[in-house]
């Protein structure tokens, strides 16, 4: 569904830019361009946080692309922000010149509060900053951050662009690049350069992870805590936690994303919801991973297809209840896969996952998996799961519970698969690798005999796979 982003006209000279967000690997999320009767005759537009995706509220600046007084062209990404689910850059659909940045690097803005102020041309500039000023804010009374003006920054940003302004307002310009040290160019934020000096990491050894390889707070902060970690082994008396950039006694505030999860969460206590364990034989499941694995086939992909051929055979298991009144028997099986990520957790989903094969269901896994850590899915790539594993057997978890993500009827926990000494059908002891299922499903349209019997279809898939590689 297109994204059309909201702004508001500025008092006499203002008008709104429409922006589009992108992810940072060049797949855009269209955005419906201004209507052709439109009429804009304003020349100064304030740039609106975005809203990236259903449940976002507020977006956090990751890093700015551009610099205050910099030219823009349509098309261009201004600035990439952090929404409760991914990073995703802004582009502006129009041209003109960046004149005020309300909100800093590491800030956080409401959706549709104003965090810059765009130009149409270079002499309106002063005036975007005047407008700034007068306003206390500039971005009315949805701007979330206080702009503090004065006139040496005016004349700084002028100075910025002063080839096409009078003579006596023109400076020298320096031969350095303002994104470089020493002569040595190094393209980061100014955050990242403000947080590289309070940490003392050196930016000529750090490699950027923002748009075209450009530094960003988070590459500073990573780069702090690999310089760090030798001092967790080191006989110094340091802590680990001390190492890894933790202050023990702390308060940290959520991130987006964070924040996302702990309402998520909350509202998954109102459902109704109850657990059923199971305990499947993988003896059969690990001689066919081990069999496949090298040809790119991940456990992941396996579990998911299992659980998607059972789901076909129970499909009230698939179910999901939004409203407390009725149902819908989902037509698509789109098993979802809790990953953690730094500073949060999210569900990749695998579509159609009965459907696809297990090479490409691995594949697509893989892709995911990516994105996710480089916090670049796409909406439709982590909200449109049906049914959700969250697997904790890499750690040597053996049984756990998960949490209900909301509107969704079922979530599977898997443990770790370990040898057991059982007793056999013919009343002999035996060995056999073993691991343990708990599923928690919404009480309101799944029952108990609902799980015990989609329990049982998916162990005997898993004990006979041969149809997971068809």
């Not at 407008?131 to 700084?156: C, D, I, N, Q, R």
């Not at 090479?359 to 697509?364: D, N, Q, V």
């Not at 919404?442 to 019997?453: C, F, M, S, V």
Request: aromatic share 4%; with cysteine.
């Amino acid at each position: 569904m297109p994204h059309l982003l909201q702004s508001a006209f500025l008092p006499s000279t203002s008008s709104s830019p429409f922006l589009r967000p992108t992810h940072s690997n060049n797949r855009l999320l269209h955005l419906s361009r201004p209507p052709r009767s439109t009429k804009i005759s304003a020349k100064i537009r304030e740039i609106f946080m975005p809203a990236l995706s259903s449940t976002m509220t507020e977006g956090k600046i990751v890093s700015w692309v551009k610099s205050e007084g910099d030219k823009l062209s349509k098309g261009e990404s201004v600035v990439v922000v952090e929404s409760d689910k991914a990073d995703m850059d802004v582009e502006t659909f129009y041209d003109g010149f960046l004149a005020k940045i309300m909100v800093e690097e590491g800030g956080v803005a409401a959706v549709g509060s104003a965090i810059a102020l765009l130009a149409e041309t270079e002499e309106e500039i002063a005036e975007a900053l005047a407008k700034a000023t007068a306003s206390g804010g500039g971005g009315g009374p949805g701007s979330s951050a206080e702009v503090k003006e004065t006139k040496a920054e005016v004349e700084k940003v002028v100075e910025k662009v002063g080839p096409s302004l009078p003579p006596a307002e023109k400076v020298v310009g320096s031969s350095v690049h303002p994104a470089s040290e020493g002569g040595k160019r190094i393209v980061a934020s100014p955050y990242a350069k403000k947080l590289a000096k309070e940490l003392k990491v050196d930016l000529g050894r750090v490699v950027g992870s923002g748009p075209l390889g450009r530094i960003v707070a988070k590459d500073v902060e990573v780069a702090a805590a690999e310089a760090a970690a030798p001092v967790a082994a080191s006989p110094s008396g340091k802590t680990a936690a001390a190492a890894v950039g933790i202050e023990l006694g702390s308060i940290v505030p959520f991130t987006t994303m964070q924040g996302a999860v702990s309402r998520n969460m909350v509202e998954s206590l109102t459902v109704p919801t109850f657990r059923v364990g199971y305990t499947i034989t993988t003896d059969a499941l690990d001689a066919l991973y081990k069999k496949i694995k090298s040809k790119g086939v991940t456990m992941t992909a396996l579990l998911a297809k299992a659980t998607a051929l059972a789901l076909v055979k129970h499909p009230v298991v698939n179910s999901s209840c939004r409203d407390g009144n009725s149902f819908t028997y989902n037509s698509s099986i789109n098993i979802a896969v809790a990953v953690a990520i730094d500073g949060g957790l999210i569900t990749p989903v695998l579509q159609d996952a009965d459907k696809a094969d297990i090479y490409t269901l691995s594949r697509k896994w893989k892709e995911l998996v990516d994105k996710a850590r480089a916090k670049q899915l796409q909406p439709h790539e982590y909200n449109t799961g049906t049914f959700t594993l969250s697997n904790l057997g890499m750690f040597g978890v053996d049984r756990f519970d998960a949490i209900l993500p909301p509107g969704t009827g079922a979530i599977m926990a898997v443990g770790a698969s370990e040898p057991n000494v059982v007793a056999t059908k013919d009343g002999r002891i035996g060995l056999k690798n073993q691991m343990q299922v708990n599923v928690t499903a919404d009480h309101r349209i799944i029952y108990g005999a609902d799980l015990a019997q989609f329990l049982q279809a998916l162990a005997k898939i898993i004990e006979d796979p041969k149809d997971l590689t068809f």
